[in-house]
């Protein structure tokens, strides 16, 4: 059995972001294909100092895409302490705003967030120095 829906709020900021690109040496040539391993810090809701990340990017009119990414959050849901991945997809126009979802992957909650669920999502625009988040999830009932 599940609790009811829960929604919060946070931001994050990135820690680290270190891009390649992927086979064509020219980055300026588009469609192309990049990785991005990322670090990033959660507050508000979802508390966990250091994630970690792994997007693949697809560059398809300049500097504008798509990505998909797994992120791997240890820390806490609202106090609750574990760990979960979040598969995240999203775009970026030229303009540099980012748009994503995220939902939790099935099975991967541990510790007091086994059996999380739930999904969310964030706008990034240039300038900002932290990036607000919205997540809804549910965690089953003890007994």
Request: with cysteine; aromatic share 10%; proline share 4%.
């Amino acid at each position: 059995m599940s609790t009811s829906p829960v929604s919060l709020t946070g931001e994050f900021t990135h820690a680290d972001w270190a891009e390649r690109s992927l086979g064509a040496e020219d980055t300026e040539t588009t469609p192309r294909l990049a990785h991005a391993s990322v670090r990033n810090a959660f507050s508000g809701g979802i508390v966990a100092a250091d994630t970690r990340c792994e997007y693949t990017i697809a560059y398809t009119d300049g500097a504008a895409g798509r990505f998909t990414g797994l992120e791997l959050v240890v820390g806490e849901v609202e106090g609750r302490a574990g760990s979960f991945v979040l598969e995240e997809r999203g775009g970026f126009d030229t303009a540099g705003v980012v748009e994503c979802a995220f939902t939790v992957v099935p099975g991967s909650g541990t510790g007091a967030l086994t059996g999380l669920t739930g999904s969310g999502s964030f706008v990034h625009r240039p300038g900002m120095t932290s990036t607000p988040y919205g997540f809804s999830y549910e965690l089953p009932t003890e007994g």
